[in-house]
C-alpha cells in the first residue's frame, strides 16, 4: 500500500478542505444569516442563547484554520467538543437509533478528531511555519 501512502497529504488536504467548508457555511449562519433562530434552537435545548454565538465563531473561524491549515489540531480539538455537544444535546434525544438525526455531527465529528489526531499534514500553513528544523 506504498501508493495510499503517497497520497496520504492530498487525502489530509481534502479532509481538511470539506470539512472547512462544512463549518464555514454552519458557522456563517450562526452569526450572521440566521442568527436569531440559531439563539432560539439553542434556547429550546436548554442551551444560553450566547453558546450560539460562541458556537457560530468556533465553526466560522475554526473552518477557515482547518482550509487552510492552520493551527489545525486546537482548531479540529475544538471543533470536536462542538460536535460532541451537538450529538449530546440534540443528537441522542431520540435514541441511537434514529440515526438520521445525527449522522451529520457524527460523521463531521470523527472527522475533525481524527484530524486532531493525525494533523494538518506537509500540505499546511502548520508544516510550512512549524516543521522542524533540520
Not at 39 to 51: E, G, I, K, N, S
Not at 55 to 81: D, K, N, P, W, Y
Request: with cysteine.
Amino acid at each position: 500500500m506504498n501508493i495510499l501512502d503517497k497520497l496520504r497529504p492530498v487525502a489530509l488536504l481534502q479532509l481538511r478542505g470539506a470539512l472547512g467548508v462544512i463549518f464555514v457555511y454552519y458557522g456563517w449562519g450562526k452569526l450572521f444569516s440566521e442568527a436569531e433562530s440559531s439563539a432560539q434552537f439553542f434556547r429550546q435545548h436548554a442551551l444560553p442563547a450566547y453558546a450560539s454565538y460562541v458556537t457560530g465563531i468556533v465553526e466560522l473561524f475554526g473552518g477557515c484554520l482547518l482550509i487552510v491549515g492552520l493551527f489545525t489540531r486546537i482548531s479540529a480539538l475544538l471543533l470536536t467538543a462542538i460536535m460532541a455537544g451537538a450529538l449530546w444535546k440534540v443528537g441522542f434525544v431520540n435514541g441511537v437509533l434514529a440515526v438520521p438525526q445525527y449522522q451529520l455531527p457524527m460523521a463531521v465529528g470523527v472527522g475533525v478528531f481524527a484530524l486532531a489526531a493525525f494533523g494538518a499534514g506537509v500540505i499546511s500553513l502548520d508544516y510550512a511555519i512549524f516543521r522542524q528544523k533540520a
